[in-house]
């Protein structure tokens, strides 16, 4: 079993930062990706931005300059930079992890979300 403890949500006011962390732990063999998504009141969740073993980086283009993805792959870690807050980023923010066990097979974990509230 993958265990994903989401940290760093808040309270926050237009133009200040925040910084999500997202720890994986329990039976890992190989990250494939990690990334965060989130999902507004009355919307579908979307990618905010995603990391992949190889450091490659994807972003949502209205996160693009003032978000920015990083890990520690050591500590199975994930973080999310977040600058320039606007209260259209107000959401809760999942950590999904991509995970391939020993037969390469390839399975999605979701944290438990954290809110995120940017206050105008």
């Known amino acids: 079993q993958v265990q994903l403890v989401e940290s760093g949500g808040g309270l926050v006011q237009a133009g200040g930062s925040l910084r999500l962390s997202c720890a994986a732990s329990g039976t890992i063999f190989s990250i494939n990706a990690m990334g965060w998504y989130r999902q507004a009141p009355g919307k579908q969740r979307e990618l905010v931005a995603a990391i992949t073993s190889g450091a490659g980086t994807n972003y949502a283009d209205s996160v693009k300059g003032r978000f920015t993805i990083s890990g520690d792959n050591a500590k199975n870690t994930v973080y999310l930079q977040m600058n320039s807050l606007k209260p259209e980023d107000t959401a809760v923010y999942y950590c999904?992890?991509?995970?391939?066990?020993?037969?390469?097979?390839?399975?999605?974990?979701w944290g438990q979300g954290t809110q995120v509230t940017v206050s105008s």
């Open positions: 999904n992890v991509i995970i391939q066990n020993r037969l390469g097979l390839r399975n999605d974990y």
